[in-house]
């Protein structure tokens, strides 16, 4: 479970736009960034501050994948 922070991390062989998402329990989006990245090594920290107690969908897309995670807020 989380508490803080989420962090998510892969490798990228090209440049490319990365794409993540995090998803209540009902499909509510609430959050939502995009950036650019550079090939090598990919690492991202989200604060859950403000996140309330619950599950959560962390989708994230990249070149040609997509991922989605569950995770839980304590």
């Known amino acids: 479970p ?3 922070h989420l962090s998510f991390s892969f490798n990228i062989t090209n ?3 990365i794409s993540y998402t995090i ?3 009902l ?3 609430v959050f939502k960034k995009m950036i650019q990245a550079k090939p090598g090594y990919f ?3 989200i ?3 403000t996140y309330n107690r619950g ?3 962390l989708e994230v897309e990249y ?3 997509r991922k989605v995670k569950k995770f839980i807020i304590k």
Do not use: V
């Open 15 to 17: 440049t490319s736009k």
């Open 47 to 49: 604060n859950l501050d």
């Open 63 to 65: 070149e040609d994948h």
């Open 27 to 29: 499909g509510k989006s």
């Open 2 to 4: 989380a508490t803080t």
């Open 23 to 25: 998803t209540d329990i």
């Open 55 to 57: 599950i959560y969908f």
């Open 43 to 45: 690492t991202e920290r």
